[in-house]
């Protein structure tokens, strides 16, 4: 396929709800939009840089100066056979995967689409529902978590992933144990913590969670691996892996027993798909998070979570949850734990172009 025309846009979300996490927090997105174009096919992405560079370096300006000024003058025009190649003309460029993945996934959209097959079935998925989860963020005190729980336990989730940071951590979910016992819970601290907590967090040994989501330096291996080897939960690496090579260093380390995959974070669904082959591979779970993302987005996370090896619930929460209005049609919804894996062709949803174009601050095209 040839790759005829690329456009960016960006469109503001307002989030139904402020959404706070130990490292910052985020109401209003600024979501990067991409398209690309050509042989009479579409590929639609979303670049999942927050605005600010709290949990990566990143940052929606950061993605746009980079996608604007070196990536996309340069794809537009090639020959493209495999989504993979997308990127070749700008191997040399360092760094800047939530970039990059946007343009790589857009490819594989557009690839999909190409072969009138689902992004699901292209990327090698066998499910066509996947086990679907809800992030939590802080909230002010226990009654106000313990009501929004009580909510999405209702809407159907099948596990309920909690943030947690130094004095909101093991009394609350002590507290939300006791009150529910049974539940599906995990704990996600944004690195919140260092080596010098590890009595803290070996307390969490005795509440049954899942797992506790990348609790010490955003970009840490080896104290991870020293953390792991004196606490019983497991330790799942989310800002820590950007890469198939981090996947491969938190293996060897033993920094963790789970990953965490975001396309976007880790430079596109190949990447996505390699670390998942790895887990596998070493007989390790995976599970696919998410960004707050728009239901393009979105798309592309359930797709990805049809892999065989998305055994654990996503972050890949209902349009509902997150916004009054999605900009996809059908909204994804969940039920019974679940979120069903479009089967159109490509991410498999429409796009409410008309809705975008009225929303978009700022666009620019390379033909
Ligand atoms: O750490 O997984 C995270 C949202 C923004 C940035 C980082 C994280 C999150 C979430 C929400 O936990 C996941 C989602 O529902 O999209
Ligand atoms: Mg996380």
């Not at 056979?81 to 993945?101: C, E, I, Q, Y």
């Not at 490819?107 to 499910?127: E, F, N, P």
């Not at 944004?190 to 049954?208: G, P």
């Not at 696919?288 to 797709?303: D, F, K, T, Y």
């Amino acid at each position: 396929m040839r790759i005829e025309r690329a456009t960016l846009r960006e469109i503001p979300l307002r989030l139904k709800e402020f959404f706070e996490i130990s490292s910052g927090g985020s109401q209003d997105r600024r979501v990067l939009l991409l398209t690309l174009e050509g042989d009479g096919l579409e590929g639609w992405s979303e670049c999942v840089a927050s605005a600010d560079p709290s949990y990566a370096y990143e940052t929606t300006d950061t993605a746009w100066h980079v996608l604007t000024d070196f990536i996309l003058p340069r794809i537009v025009g090639r020959e493209v056979g495999n989504p993979v190649d997308v990127l070749t003309p700008v191997s040399w460029v360092r760094g800047h995967g939530m970039a990059k993945a946007a343009v790589e996934m857009a490819a594989w959209d557009m690839a999909a689409r190409a072969d009138g097959v689902s992004l699901s079935r292209k990327l090698g998925g066998v499910r066509d529902e996947v086990p679907v989860g809800v992030s939590v963020g802080l909230k002010p005190n226990d009654e106000a978590l313990h009501e929004q729980v009580e909510g999405f336990l209702a809407d159907g989730y099948a596990r309920v992933k909690i943030k947690i940071k130094p004095g909101r951590d093991v009394e609350m979910l002590a507290g939300l144990r006791e009150r529910f016992p049974d539940v599906a819970f995990m704990a996600d601290a944004n690195s919140a913590y260092t080596l010098a907590d590890v009595a803290r967090l070996k307390e969490l040994d005795a509440l049954d969670l899942m797992m506790i989501e990348q609790p010490l330096r955003y970009d840490d291996f080896l104290q991870h691996a020293r953390l792991q080897e004196q606490i019983e939960t497991p330790v799942c690496l989310d800002e820590s892996v950007k890469s198939v090579g981090d996947a491969e260093l938190a293996l060897e380390l033993a920094s963790c027993r789970i990953i965490n995959i975001k396309p976007g974070r880790v430079g596109g669904l190949e990447a996505s798909r390699g670390i998942h082959d790895l887990m596998r591979g070493a007989g390790l779970a995976v599970w696919c998070g998410g960004m707050l993302e728009s239901g393009v987005g979105r798309a592309h996370n359930v797709a990805l979570a049809s892999l065989p090896g998305f055994t654990l619930p996503g972050d890949i929460s209902a349009s509902s949850r997150y916004w009054e209005r999605d900009i996809v049609s059908p909204e994804f919804e969940v039920s019974n734990g679940t979120m069903a894996v479009p089967t159109g062709a490509g991410i498999g949803v429409e796009i409410d172009v008309q809705r975008i174009e009225a929303l978009t601050t700022r666009a620019r095209t390379f033909a």
